[in-house]
Nanobody
């Protein structure tokens, strides 16, 4: 059974950094695309950063240059390094895994089948 669990969220001041972690069991990161999504209250869940089965990364324009997605050597943990955080980054962040090797639209949430319960990131101004 596939299980996804995020951690690392918290409260940080604007300009600060956080690193989110996602542990996945039941599948391997090198076989499936993985991604980070976020959802603020009253808004739709949006793609933040993804990595496909070939290691190709995709970033939302709003986080490009500030966030970095990566995997550990065992490909069992996914990370999101978030630097220069802004108040508009405040959201529940979700880790997701796709059954597809290369999603046609990497940042589209419907491309992903397995989801964690989320970890809250709050950035104060």
């Amino acid at each position: 059974q596939v299980q996804v669990a995020e951690s690392g969220g918290g409260l940080v001041q604007a300009g600060g950094s956080l690193r989110l972690s996602c542990i996945v069991s039941g599948l391997t990161f090198d076989d499936y695309a993985m991604g980070w999504f976020r959802q603020a209250p009253g808004k739709e869940r949006e793609g933040v950063a993804t990595v496909d089965g070939n290691g190709v990364t995709t970033y939302a324009d709003s986080v490009k240059g500030r966030f970095t997605i990566s995997q550990d050597n065992a490909k069992t943990t996914l990370y999101l390094q978030m630097n220069s955080l802004k108040p508009e980054d405040t959201a529940m962040y979700y880790c997701a895994a796709s059954v597809g090797w290369v999603p046609l639209v990497p940042l589209q949430r419907t491309e992903y089948n397995y989801w964690g319960q989320g970890t809250q990131v709050t950035v104060s101004s």
